[in-house]
């Protein structure tokens, strides 16, 4: 069973930094691709981020530069490094993984950016 629980959302200011967590309870974490999305208010689910198996990334055009998707595979974790971020960065971000072409998701966190 598939189980992830994102945390480290919070209240920042806008240029402010906010640094999330993923563990994930996956058989083989070190296999799987890993990635981050965010859904705002009234939006689409989008892509953030993503890693690969390998340590491979790709990101929005929109935080390239100022987010950073790493992986701690002996801990089953994955991280978002957000900074310089901005009031548009504003929603909930989820944890994402597709094993055998289901997708599982993680409950959210919701990051709030002020202006």
């Known amino acids: 069973q598939v189980h992830m629980v994102e945390s480290g959302g919070g209240l920042v200011q806008a240029g402010g930094s906010l640094n999330l967590s993923c563990t994930a309870s996956?058989?083989?974490?070190?296999?799987?691709?890993m990635a981050w999305y965010r859904q705002a208010p009234g939006k689409q689910r989008e892509l953030v981020a993503r890693?690969?198996?390998?340590?491979?990334?790709n990101y929005a055009d929109s935080v390239k530069g100022r987010f950073t998707i790493s992986r701690a595979n002996a801990k089953s974790v994955v991280y978002l490094q957000m900074n310089s971020l901005k009031p548009e960065d504003t929603a909930v971000y989820y944890c994402?993984?597709?094993?055998?072409?289901?997708?599982?998701w993680g409950q959210g966190t919701q990051v709030t950016v002020s202006s």
């Open positions: 994402n993984t597709y094993i055998y072409n289901r997708g599982y």
């Open positions: 996956i058989t083989d974490f070190s296999i799987n691709t």
């Open positions: 890693v690969t198996s390998g340590g491979s990334t």
